[in-house]
C-alpha cells in the first residue's frame, strides 16, 4: 500500500467538506490536495491517473462557475449596446456621433484590460480573481442604475459610465486562461470552447432581456437595465467562492509572450481576429442602434439574433476548420462577410428590413464561424517546423501566447466598427459608406490569408493550416 500524508484543509468556503485530504507521496498525489484559502498544490491533468482519479471531477467543478461568471462578464460588456437606444426615450438628447462613443468606449476598455487580466490569474489565483473580477462589475451595474435616470447627466460622464462596462470584456481573458490551466491538452479546446460560447451568448441574452426587464405600466425605467445584474453578479461571485479552486501551479510565462511578440505571425492572425472577433464585437454593439435608427417600426429588441447566431456559429468554424482547414474556412468567412456588408448596402438603398436583418445575420454568422476559424489556425501555424519534442513545447508556448495578444487586439474591432459608423454617417448622413469601407477590409483580409497561409508557393501552403 503506498505510504501517504495528511495536508489540513481550513476552508471556511466549503463548510461540512472533509478537512483531511491524503495525499500520496507518489509522483500523482491526489486531485484536490490544498492549503488555506482553497489552493491545490499538486495539479496534473497530463497524468492519466491523476485525471480519472478525481482530476476531471475539480476540473469541470471549476468550469461552470466560469462559464457563469464569464458570461456575466459579457453581458455587463455589451450592456450599452441596447442601453443606448432607448436613451432618447427617457429624456437623454444626444447626437448619432455620441451614440456610437457611448458603444465603442467599452469594447476600447475591455480590449485594453485583456492582458493585464490574463496575467491576474497566475498572480492572485484563479478562484480569488474570478470573485473578485465578478464583484468589480458591481461598479459598472451600479453606475448604470444611477446615471439612466438622470437624462441631466453631461455625456463626458456618460462616457466615463459607459467605459467601466469594459471590465467585463476583461473578464474573459483570465477567465479563459484559468481554465487553461486545470484541463489537458487533449480535451482544453472542447473546455475553452464551451468557456468562450458561454461568454459570447452574454450579448445576446442581454440584448434580449432589457427590453424586458425596463418596461413598466409607468412607462421605461431604464435604471433597471443596472439593477437586474447585482443579484447576477453577486451570484457569480457566491459560485466562484463556493466551489472555485486556486492552482500554486499556474505561473505566467512571460516567455510565451515574448516568443509570440518577436513572430510575425502572431502579428497576421491577429490582424484576421480584428476581421473576426472585432467583428462580432463591433456588430453586436451597433446593431440595436442601427435597427432603431434606419428602421424605427421595428421592436430593437430583435437585436439579439445577431449575437444569438454568431455566438452559436463559433464552435461550427472550429468543426469545418477541422475538416477543411482554419485559413481556408477563415478565408470563405470573410468572403461571407463581404457578402453581408453588400446585402445590408442593398437593403439600406431599399429600405427594406427584410433584406436588412438577413443580411446582418448572414454577417453574424460568418463572424462567428471565422472566429473558430482563425483560432483554429493558431496552434497549427506554430506547429509548423516544431520537428523536435523541445521545439514542440517551445511552439505550444509560444502559440498560447498569440492568442493571449490575437484575443486582445481582436477585441479593438469592437471600437472600430462603431467608429466607423459614426465617421460615416457623420459625413454622408448614410451607413453605406461605412459598409462599402468594411467590405474592402474583408477582401484584404481575405486575400491575405491566402497569401500567407494557401497560396501555393507560400512556405506554410505545405503544412494544410
Excluded at 317 to 339: E, N
Excluded at 366 to 379: D, F, K, L, S, V
Aim: charged share 10%; glycine share 12%; with cysteine.
Amino acid at each position: 500500500m503506498t505510504a501517504s500524508t495528511t495536508v489540513t484543509s481550513q476552508d471556511p468556503a466549503r463548510p461540512g467538506a472533509p478537512t483531511d485530504v491524503a495525499t500520496p507521496t507518489t509522483s500523482a498525489p491526489t486531485p484536490g490536495a490544498v492549503r488555506r484559502g482553497r489552493w491545490i498544490d499538486h495539479w496534473d491533468p497530463e497524468d492519466p491517473t491523476f485525471w480519472a482519479d478525481g482530476g476531471r471531477r475539480v476540473a469541470q467543478r471549476n468550469l461552470y462557475p466560469s462559464i457563469f461568471a464569464e458570461f456575466l462578464g459579457f453581458a455587463v460588456w455589451a450592456s450599452w449596446s441596447i442601453v443606448v437606444p432607448q436613451l432618447a426615450s427617457v429624456g437623454f438628447v444626444l447626437s448619432v456621433d455620441q451614440q456610437f462613443w457611448l458603444i465603442a468606449v467599452p469594447s476600447l476598455v475591455g480590449a485594453t484590460l485583456r492582458i493585464p487580466y490574463t496575467f491576474a490569474v497566475p498572480r492572485f489565483g484563479g478562484r480569488n480573481w474570478t470573485v473578485a473580477s465578478a464583484m468589480l462589475l458591481l461598479l459598472p451595474a451600479g453606475a448604470l442604475a444611477y446615471v439612466a435616470s438622470r437624462p441631466e447627466t453631461p455625456f463626458w460622464a456618460l462616457l466615463g459610465v459607459a467605459a467601466l462596462a469594459g471590465l467585463g470584456g476583461g473578464n474573459f481573458a483570465s477567465s479563459m486562461a484559468n481554465i487553461s490551466f486545470f484541463y489537458p491538452e487533449r480535451e482544453k479546446g472542447k473546455a475553452l470552447g464551451l468557456n468562450a460560447a458561454g461568454g459570447n451568448l452574454g450579448t445576446a441574452a442581454v440584448q434580449l432581456t432589457v427590453p424586458l426587464v425596463i418596461v413598466t405600466a409607468a412607462g421605461l425605467s431604464l435604471e433597471r437595465a443596472g439593477l437586474m445584474f447585482v443579484p447576477l453578479i453577486l451570484l457569480a461571485a457566491f459560485l466562484a467562492w463556493r466551489f472555485m479552486d486556486n492552482l500554486a501551479g499556474a505561473r505566467a510565462d512571460y516567455r510565451a509572450f515574448g516568443a509570440a511578440v518577436h513572430n510575425r505571425h502572431t502579428w497576421v492572425i491577429s490582424f484576421l481576429y480584428i476581421g473576426t472577433f472585432g467583428s462580432f464585437i463591433g456588430y453586436s454593439g451597433v446593431f440595436p442602434t442601427l435597427l432603431a435608427g434606419q428602421f424605427p417600426e421595428v421592436t430593437v429588441s430583435i437585436a439579439f439574433l445577431g449575437a444569438l447566431v454568431g455566438s452559436l456559429a463559433r464552435p461550427l468554424g472550429g468543426i469545418l476548420a477541422d475538416r477543411w482547414g482554419g485559413a481556408r474556412m477563415t478565408i470563405a468567412s470573410f468572403v461571407v462577410m463581404a457578402c453581408g456588408a453588400l446585402g445590408a448596402i442593398t437593403a439600406l438603398s431599399r429600405h427594406s428590413f427584410p433584406l436588412f436583418l438577413g443580411s446582418f445575420l448572414v454577417l453574424f454568422v460568418a463572424t462567428g464561424a471565422g472566429n473558430g476559424a482563425t483560432y483554429r489556425m493558431i496552434p497549427a501555424v506554430f506547429r509548423v517546423g516544431a520537428t523536435t519534442p523541445e521545439r514542440a513545447q517551445r511552439a505550444r508556448k509560444a502559440a498560447a501566447g498569440c492568442i493571449g495578444i490575437a484575443g486582445a487586439i481582436g477585441a479593438f474591432g469592437g471600437f472600430l466598427i462603431p467608429r466607423g459608423f459614426a465617421l460615416s454617417t457623420g459625413a454622408t448622413g448614410s451607413l453605406a459608406p461605412a459598409l462599402w469601407g468594411f467590405l474592402g477590409v474583408y477582401a484584404v483580409m481575405a486575400v491575405t490569408t491566402w497569401a500567407v497561409y494557401t497560396r501555393r508557393s507560400a512556405p506554410m501552403s505545405a503544412a494544410g493550416i
